[in-house]
């Protein structure tokens, strides 16, 4: 056993005591360094200390639900959140989201491919759930189309390429139609005519699937953000078949036979056919624009946080922005998020009064909205919550009302109002808005914008002025949002 006299001097004062034999000249260093050491560390007490009060004193952070149906337009809203706030960023991810405009081009040619096959074989698959075409008002394609048709499917390979690409960083191929059983054990042509929606699983980084690898000589130059030297980008394809996939979008026979199947390509998500100069050109960059139309479905859940500023850059908050699938399955996930959240924005996309559920052909998709704005309005842990209600998707609302398509005809209780988009649009308000005020559990105001959110103007205006007052009232308290 070791003893030790108390007179002596433990191991770590030992070590850090002076030497014995040091001059005066070596103290006086010593004692400056002691003393600017002290200053140092004493300097980074405060600082810690400062940001710990700082901590204490800032709002909690702001939270916000973007709720709605699929394809009401959550993502697109969240992408223009992420637009207005950190633009570089956004811009960064470009190269990701030019391979799913690639993949939404792809898709476009395939529903038509299929539209095709039906035509030339009437008997051979179910019609359309959206539309009333029937084998007796079939349309064949001549020779020429078919032929076409025949030197445009190998082009669907490469949204398997695409598609596995994404597989491996957290998609999903969730399929279109009604039956949402595993089609793995289909046949992969089987398959593309069952119908496929690429969507994204929100917890993983399936962007980093498509990012250029750092090469050190980053830049915010459009062309830097796209790996041009990939072996597997789909580019070169694309803008080999550009002028096929042109020939084929612009054939007459091509509208007429959609027409007659009940497809209208030009409203659905992820349309790009219009802009295949573009697209298909060597070195495509999407636009901002571009971006905003790129569809990929969410699936589950995913929280986005950004530190946002008011315009005096006086305060800063942090937000916490949650983004959801809104297909029925995903719904019942939504619930976990509904405790203590300040605001949401619930997006009913109204351009779709003449359409049903892709999960669920039996149920229009207003009448849906409506459901769900009904369910969220009364629901009591949400009853202190802020709802600011999106009647999107104006722009095709408007162009579907002017080439005629009627109101009455989905929701007879439009009655004899005219047929247009100011009428429509403020009876369809007074709907949302009696909900409100029949099934709130207590008194709430009722917050509505006609939006576009395709439009990054208009949008960044509406959301800019939710975001500020957001940042000025305590939302729980004071019970203010516009
Ligand atoms: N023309 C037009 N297109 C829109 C509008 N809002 C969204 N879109 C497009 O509609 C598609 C679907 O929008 P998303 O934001 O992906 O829909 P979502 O609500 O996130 O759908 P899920 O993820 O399936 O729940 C995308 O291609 C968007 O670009 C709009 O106001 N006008
Ligand atoms: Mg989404």
Redesign the pocket.
């Known amino acids: 056993m070791f003893s030790r006299d108390d007179s002596d001097p433990d191991p770590i004062t030992a070590a850090i005591a002076p030497p014995h034999d040091e001059s005066p000249h070596e103290r006086q260093i010593r004692l400056l360094n002691e003393q600017t050491a002290k200053e140092v560390s004493d300097g980074i007490d405060e600082q810690i200390s400062r940001e710990r009060q700082q901590a204490k004193r800032e709002p909690k952070p702001v939270k916000i639900l973007l709720l709605?149906q699929?394809?009401?337009?959550?993502?697109?809203t969240l992408k223009n959140f992420q637009l207005m706030v950190a633009p570089q960023a956004f811009r960064a991810e470009r190269a990701s989201w030019r391979a799913i405009i690639h993949l939404n081009v792809i898709r476009s040619v395939r529903i038509i491919l299929d539209a095709l096959a039906r035509a030339s074989n009437p008997g051979e698959l179910p019609p359309s759930p959206r539309s009333s075409y029937s084998s007796r008002d079939s349309i064949r394609p001549d020779t020429d189309l078919m032929t076409l048709r025949t030197r445009l499917l190998p082009l669907l390979q490469i949204e398997d390429v695409l598609v596995q690409r994404l597989a491996n960083h957290g998609t999903q191929s969730v399929p279109d139609g009604p039956s949402p059983s595993d089609t793995s054990h289909i046949p992969m042509t089987a398959r593309r005519r069952h119908g496929k929606e690429v969507a994204v699983n929100s917890t993983v980084a399936w962007k980093s699937a498509f990012m250029r690898k750092p090469t050190g000589r980053e830049s915010f130059d459009s062309q830097d953000v796209v790996d041009w030297d990939d072996p597997n980008d789909p580019g070169a394809v694309l803008h080999a078949r550009r002028e096929e996939m042109q020939r084929l979008w612009g054939h007459p026979m091509v509208r007429t036979i959609l027409a007659s199947q009940g497809i209208r390509l030009h409203e659905s998500?992820?349309f790009f056919l219009d802009d295949l100069d573009t697209i298909c050109a060597p070195r495509y960059v999407p636009t901002d624009d571009h971006v905003?139309?790129?569809?990929?479905?969410?699936l589950g859940v995913s929280e986005h946080r950004m530190r946002l500023t008011d315009p005096q850059g006086g305060i800063t908050r942090q937000f916490h922005i949650f983004d959801v699938?809104?297909?029925r399955s995903m719904r019942p996930k939504w619930v976990p998020y509904f405790d203590d959240v300040d605001a949401i924005i619930f997006?009913a996309p109204i351009s779709a009064f003449d359409q049903a559920l892709a999960e669920d052909p039996r149920i229009n998709r207003l009448a849906d909205s409506v459901e769900l704005w009904t369910a969220v309005i009364s629901n009591k842990l949400l009853q202190n919550t802020n709802v600011i209600l999106f009647l999107?998707?104006v722009?095709?609302m408007q162009a579907k009302l002017t080439s005629g398509i009627k109101l009455v005809e989905y929701c007879p209780t439009y009655g004899r109002r005219p047929n247009d988009f100011d009428s429509a649009s403020r009876f369809l308000k007074k709907q949302f808005s009696t909900i409100l005020k029949q099934s709130s559990p207590s008194p709430r105001i009722f917050y509505c914008h006609l939006?576009?959110?395709?439009d990054v103007k208009s949008t960044t205006y509406v959301l800019a002025g939710i975001k500020d007052q957001m940042m000025r009232f305590n939302l729980k308290e004071s019970n203010l949002i516009l």
């Not at 699929?70 to 697109?76: H, W």
């Not at 939006?451 to 395709?454: A, E, L, R, S, Y």
């Open positions: 709605g699929s394809e009401s337009g959550k993502s697109t998500a992820g905003l139309r790129a569809r990929l479905k969410t699938g809104g297909q997006l999107n998707k722009d095709i939006t576009n959110v395709i």
